[in-house]
């Protein structure tokens, strides 16, 4: 059985190149209405390296492609370890970044949330944090008295203070919502991870035309030794040779 770690829009296209195979695509459940793939589909995490490893010979996992998000480090660094450990075939299917953007050599990059957030507080007063809600926490105090428009999908974990504006929706966005949401805001400053992908660029293309500053947290490093493709079709190649 090959397994599938999922849960973005390259996992869902890999799956569906799949189709045929034996396979179980996994989804590590953080999101309250994920969208699913085609197939069949596990919610939940593993229980750490010890916990993939036993998953892997009980389900008798004949490889792995891990297509999880760029910054869902944990999950990737504990696939490397636990395919190595067990002798199990490991592909990583990441989205390229938009390092590679002509306007990105202007953009304020960091390796952090929180210098994310203090590169906010110096750049602007009216904020568009669209980092998922799992990374606000460090932009509570730095930004408490200021007017910041927040985007996530889930209600926030920590609590917003009163001066922001909380818009819980999903992409993907296109340039004139874009457009009409940053005006409406008079945002100043666009916060964002290196994510990549098309569903959510429309945000950075509309900072360009608005002249606003852009603070991008760098994606982490992948874990070393471990083939890495950008292409669904390549994935889907390399998964057909190890079905």
Same mark, same amino acid.
């Given at each position: 059985?090959?397994?599938?770690?999922?849960?973005?829009?390259?996992?869902?296209?890999?799956?569906?190149?799949?189709?045929?195979l034996?396979?179980?695509?996994s989804?590590?459940?953080r999101v309250?209405?994920?969208?699913?793939?085609? *197939?069949?589909t596990?919610?939940?995490g593993?229980?750490?390296?010890? *916990?993939?490893?036993?998953?892997?010979?009980?389900?008798?996992v004949?490889?792995v492609?891990?297509?999880t998000?760029?910054?869902?480090?944990?999950?990737?660094?504990?696939?490397?370890?636990?395919?190595?450990?067990?002798?199990?075939?490991?592909?990583?299917?990441e989205?390229?970044? $938009?390092?590679?953007?002509?306007?990105?050599?202007?953009?304020?990059?960091?390796?952090?949330?929180?210098?994310?957030?203090?590169?906010t507080?110096?750049?602007?007063r009216?904020?568009?944090?669209?980092?998922?809600?799992?990374?606000l926490?460090?932009?509570?105090?730095?930004?408490?008295d200021v007017p910041?428009?927040?985007r996530?999908?889930?209600e926030?974990?920590?609590?917003?203070?009163?001066? $922001?504006?909380?818009?819980?929706?999903?992409?993907?966005?296109?340039?004139?919502?874009?457009?009409?949401?940053?005006?409406?805001?008079?945002?100043?400053?666009?916060?964002?991870?290196?994510s990549?992908?098309?569903?959510?660029?429309?945000?950075?293309?509309v900072?360009?035309?608005?002249?606003?500053?852009?603070v991008?947290?760098?994606?982490?490093?992948?874990?070393?030794?471990?083939?890495?493709v950008?292409d669904?079709?390549?994935?889907?190649? $390399?998964?057909?040779?190890?079905?």
């Amino acid at each position: 059985m090959m397994l599938l770690l999922g849960g973005t829009a390259e996992a869902r296209a890999l799956a569906r190149s799949l189709e045929g195979l034996r396979f179980t695509s996994s989804l590590a459940g953080r999101v309250a209405r994920p969208r699913m793939p085609v *197939g069949e589909t596990r919610i939940g995490g593993f229980g750490g390296v010890d *916990g993939l490893r036993a998953y892997l010979r009980d389900e008798d996992v004949t490889a792995v492609v891990d297509a999880t998000h760029p910054f869902a480090a944990g999950i990737s660094r504990n696939a490397a370890l636990a395919c190595a450990a067990e002798g199990v075939p490991l592909l990583r299917l990441e989205r390229p970044g $938009w390092s590679t953007r002509p306007d990105a050599d202007g953009w304020h990059w960091v390796d952090s949330h929180e210098e994310a957030a203090a590169a906010t507080a110096r750049l602007g007063r009216r904020p568009f944090l669209s980092i998922g809600r799992q990374g606000l926490a460090p932009f509570v105090e730095p930004l408490r008295d200021v007017p910041a428009l927040v985007r996530v999908v889930d209600e926030p974990e920590v609590p917003l203070p009163p001066a $922001w504006t909380l818009l819980q929706s999903r992409g993907p966005y296109d340039l004139a919502s874009e457009r009409s949401l940053l005006a409406k805001h008079d945002v100043d400053v666009v916060v964002t991870k290196d994510s990549g992908g098309e569903h959510t660029v429309a945000k950075l293309d509309v900072a360009a035309e608005r002249g606003a500053a852009v603070v991008v947290v760098r994606r982490p490093a992948p874990p070393e030794g471990v083939e890495t493709v950008s292409d669904v079709d390549d994935a889907a190649a $390399w998964a057909r040779a190890r079905s």
